[in-house]
């Protein structure tokens, strides 16, 4: 009886260093599909990233009609990317003279003085620290045919001047007065660390033209979910079982002795 309690009493001593409890920010991706930017259906993917690094599709699929979903950050990401293109029907096709591929991604850099260096927040901490109920962000696609846009969106930037949401924008050299905080270009995002204090650390070939809103995303804090490692679900479980088998083994010795 004393090991299964001092076993019980090690996991839960054990929960603490082995749960990862955050206050999950909540994102609700809304997108209205319009037959005339589209023939055929919108692909979506998102993806939670880490420094601009790819770590976890969070969702794909495409959608004929207006779609609305709502999802978790996970506790690694920093940034957040937004993928959308027109596709016509086919797996990997995209529509010639139709809108094609369009990245939007979200992140709040900021520089750490100590380091000497540029930093992305991390996004559960900041939306919970910063965001008192609501936020509401542009989706962003280009009006020129068979292009790539990239769009950076600076969380931090938004909160303190939100955009303003109308059917197209007129950007102009990676920037638009009503889109603060967006940085628009033709290029992948890069992401500098090490940039000087005075700059950015993120960076793309500036785009100039027209562009039109897609869809809207609302990010706003979460509750504190508890999320166990895959580590620490395999050390409780071990526990248990551990537990479980000592006492299946030693009810069988008294079992036996008693015959």
């Known amino acids: 009886m004393r090991r299964i309690i001092g076993i019980l009493v090690l996991a839960v ?4 260093v082995i749960a990862d409890t955050s206050n999950a920010a ?5 997108v209205t599909y319009d037959t005339a930017d589209c023939p055929g259906p919108w692909h979506g993917i998102v993806y939670f990233t880490r420094n601009c690094q790819l770590m976890e599709k969070l969702w794909e699929g495409d959608f004929y009609f207006p779609l609305n979903f709502w999802f978790f950050t996970p506790s690694f990401a920093n940034d957040i990317l937004f993928v ?9 096709c995209s529509c ?10 979200m992140a709040i850099p900021s520089y750490v003085w100590p380091l000497s260096q540029w930093t992305l927040e991390d996004l559960n901490t900041w939306v919970d620290d910063n965001v008192p109920d609501s936020m509401e962000l542009v989706i962003l696609q280009d009006s020129v ?10 969380l931090g930037v938004s909160l303190a001047n939100p955009p303003v949401f109308k059917e197209s924008y007129i950007v102009t050299n990676g920037t638009c007065p009503d ?11 890069v992401y500098d660390s090490l940039a000087p204090s005075s700059g950015y650390p993120l960076s793309t070939t500036p785009f100039s033209g027209e562009v039109k809103q897609h869809s809207k995303v ?6 504190p979910i508890p999320t166990l490692t895959e580590w620490g679900l395999i050390i409780f479980a071990l526990l ?8 299946f083994v030693r009810q069988r010795r008294r079992a036996t002795v008693s015959i």
Do not use: F, Q
């Open 13 to 16: 001593l054990l929960s603490p």
């Open 26 to 30: 909540n994102w609700d991706w809304e």
């Open 84 to 92: 959308h293109y027109c596709k016509c029907g086919l797996p990997e």
């Open 96 to 105: 010639p003279g139709y809108t094609n591929r369009a990245l939007s991604k």
């Open 145 to 154: 045919p068979d292009i790539a846009l990239y769009v950076l969106m600076d």
């Open 179 to 189: 889109l603060p905080g967006y940085l628009i270009g033709t290029t992948e995002i």
């Open 218 to 223: 609302t990010v706003r804090p979460g509750d």
């Open 240 to 247: 248990v079982m551990g537990c479980m088998a000592w006492v």
